[in-house]
């Protein structure tokens, strides 16, 4: 039985691998849509909605409407929204990178919110 | 409560997406089953000193080169480049951390990568310590030693007056460590430049003058919190050195990872508490960006919103401190049984001790897991930095200014996949040194396997852990 356990044990970890492997990578979401969201930011201290969602490799629009000058800040995909108090700020970018991307209020380093790319 | 930004880890944000329940299942069913597979498998295996015994390979033609003196030459100068770096850029440089090599360096490429990379390939600090290098330049020239002493630097034994540092062990090194992770995880203070280069400034005078006046070993060994740190974290590694009574190397040698953790070493509670530090403090870390801990932050509200910024250090450094305490407990508890069902007479010091080093290789795949997109991703950081490093305006390389970090192997799914089987693979390497220990400990095969129940329960606890944090969304303010 001794002989034996070694490769016992590094098959038991490969099936584990290639299941898990095949578990992660074939549950994917299938992006490539055009997504389009609309967020409002208050006083530099609050955004509506505040959890903003796209799949990978989608083609995201996102229109910022703001109370107050300043520059919000999307970080990972590192794009800035300057804006001016009333107006629509808008930047359009392909969601190419997953994760949790935190949206922060610039000058102050405010936490508004993040962007979930999954 | 206070505005602490994007905070986590020392410095900077992480965009880990939290792991599916799914894949947690999975892995959580994976750890279960393959733990399973495992005591099954160890059934009537050997017991006293042939139990530890492992295979290495001898590696000659490493031999020459680990004994000339470039290696410690190219990494002591590497490590001096990076302190001289982190101390004018933390002083001189941007007051914003991202734009500020210093924080760089210090929590993502020392503190996360160096880490990682020890564990994986060998005890780098051992190459690169900046102090170490210091030292014996000036010591060649210009050091001689204090009356009475003989011998080579490296050797004489440390003392001031009457206090010789291996009476205290290498408790200096457990208060320097948690000091150091309260300043990452606990201060919300960890992303000032300015903070970060004066304090490497202080620890480099610190440790310059008590190697001086206790001794080179003595007090790298007893009192630098780092050369205790990387000296566990090197004994996973696949590099073995072979030393005669000199110290000079003998032999080089290549073992499976986790093995060199079953080498015999110095016990005490002074060992034991530097390990489960370097658990709870990793757990914490990960605790710390969790939905859980931040209901908990503003639950306690009323009682630390008074103090404002004070009051949530102390919230934090108390958890921090009730959460080492816990581990440290329950590794207790359940060593007690592991010597009540091994039957056998132990004293209690030693087998934890011996013990404690078999749960490292959780710890270590847990902090990779952790920090793999942190150094995946985010060390990149540093490239544009390099153009203008004290952000006075330069451009000393301007075809880096305007790099953008790539997420080529930071993607969500290939993060996943390497946080899932770096834990799993971790988890087998810890309940295999652990049976291996039992073995050296205890009589009979089938104690050996009792023994091991509690144990392996542990392990599996904290694998668990490790597992539900990173499967927790990320939240910001950690």
């Known amino acids: 039985m001794s002989r034996y356990r070694i490769p016992i044990v590094i098959v038991v970890l490969v099936v584990f691998v290639v299941v898990g492997g095949i578990l992660i990578f074939a549950n994917q979401n299938a992006g490539g849509q055009n997504v389009t969201i609309n967020v409002t930011v208050t006083g530099g201290a609050k955004m509506v909605p505040d959890t903003l969602k796209a799949h990978h490799n989608d083609t995201v629009t996102i229109n910022v409407t703001s109370d107050t000058d300043g520059e919000v800040h999307l970080h990972g995909y590192d794009i800035h929204f300057d804006t001016k108090a009333g107006q629509v700020v808008t930047q359009t970018f392909k969601a190419a990178n997953t994760g949790d991307f935190p949206i922060e209020w610039e000058s102050t380093s405010t936490p508004l919110g993040h962007l979930v790319v999954s | 409560m206070p505005a602490t930004g994007i905070l986590l880890h020392g410095f900077g944000a ?3 997406l939290p792991a599916s329940l799914a894949l947690y299942l999975f892995a959580a069913g994976g750890v279960v089953v393959i733990s399973f597979v495992l005591v099954v498998l160890f059934v009537g295996d050997q017991v006293g000193a042939k139990a530890i015994q492992y295979p290495r390979r001898a590696v000659p033609f490493l031999l020459p080169l680990a004994r000339s003196r470039w290696p410690r030459l190219v990494g002591g100068t590497i490590g001096l480049l990076g302190l001289a770096a982190i101390i004018i850029t933390g002083l001189f440089g941007a007051p914003d951390a991202t734009r500020n090599p210093a924080e760089y360096l210090t929590w993502i490429y020392f503190w996360a990568a160096t880490v990682i990379l020890s564990g994986l390939v060998g005890n780098l600090w051992y190459l690169i310590n900046p102090w170490a290098a210091i030292y014996d330049a000036f010591a060649r020239f210009f050091i001689s030693p204090p009356r009475g002493e003989v011998g080579p630097r490296e050797q004489r034994a440390g003392r001031v007056g009457a206090l010789t540092l291996s009476r205290v062990g290498i408790w200096p090194a457990v208060v320097a460590f948690f000091l150091f992770a309260c300043l990452e995880l606990t201060t919300g203070m960890a992303n000032r430049p300015w903070l970060v280069g004066s304090l490497a400034l202080l620890y480099s005078a610190v440790t310059l003058a008590g190697m001086y006046f206790f001794g080179r070993n003595e007090w790298l060994d007893h009192c630098e919190a780092f050369t205790v740190l ?3 974290v090197g004994r996973f590694s696949p590099v073995e050195a072979e030393r005669d009574d000199q110290g000079r190397i003998t032999a080089v040698y290549l073992r499976p990872w986790g093995v060199g953790l079953l080498q015999p070493g110095p016990s005490g509670w002074d060992r034991v508490v530097f390990v489960i530090l370097m658990l709870s403090t990793l757990a914490f870390d990960g605790i710390e960006g969790t939905r859980a801990w931040s209901d908990f932050t503003i639950a306690t509200e009323p009682y630390w919103q008074p103090s404002g ?6 919230l934090k450094t108390l958890s921090m ?6 581990f440290l407990l329950i590794f207790i508890a359940f060593m007690e049984m592991v010597i009540y069902f091994g039957n056998r007479k132990l004293d209690l010091k030693a087998t934890v001790s011996a013990f404690a080093l078999t749960l490292v290789p959780i710890a270590l795949v847990y902090n990779a897991a952790h920090n793999y997109s942190y150094v995946m991703v985010q060390s990149q950081g540093l490239i544009p930095l390099l153009n203008d490093p004290l952000a006075k305006g330069w451009h000393l390389l301007p075809a880096l200014a305007g790099y953008k970090p790539s997420f080529a192997l930071a993607q969500a799914s290939t993060v996943w996949f390497a ?6 693979v971790g988890h087998v390497i ?15 095969a089938q104690r050996v396997l009792l023994s091991q129940y509690p144990m392996l329960l542990l392990m599996v606890m904290y694998t668990m852990t490790s597992l539900w944090i990173l499967a927790q969304p990320i939240t910001a303010g950690g």
Request: aromatic share 18%; charged share 15%.
């Open chain 2, 14 to 16: 992480r965009y880990d």
């Open chain 2, 230 to 232: 990387f000296g566990i």
């Open chain 2, 309 to 314: 910024a004070f009051g949530f250090f102390l």
């Open chain 2, 321 to 326: 401190t009730l959460l080492t305490g816990a």
């Open chain 2, 419 to 424: 946080q899932i089987v770096l834990i799993v």
């Open chain 2, 430 to 444: 810890a309940v295999y040194l652990s049976h291996l220990k039992a073995g050296e400990k205890f009589r009979t």
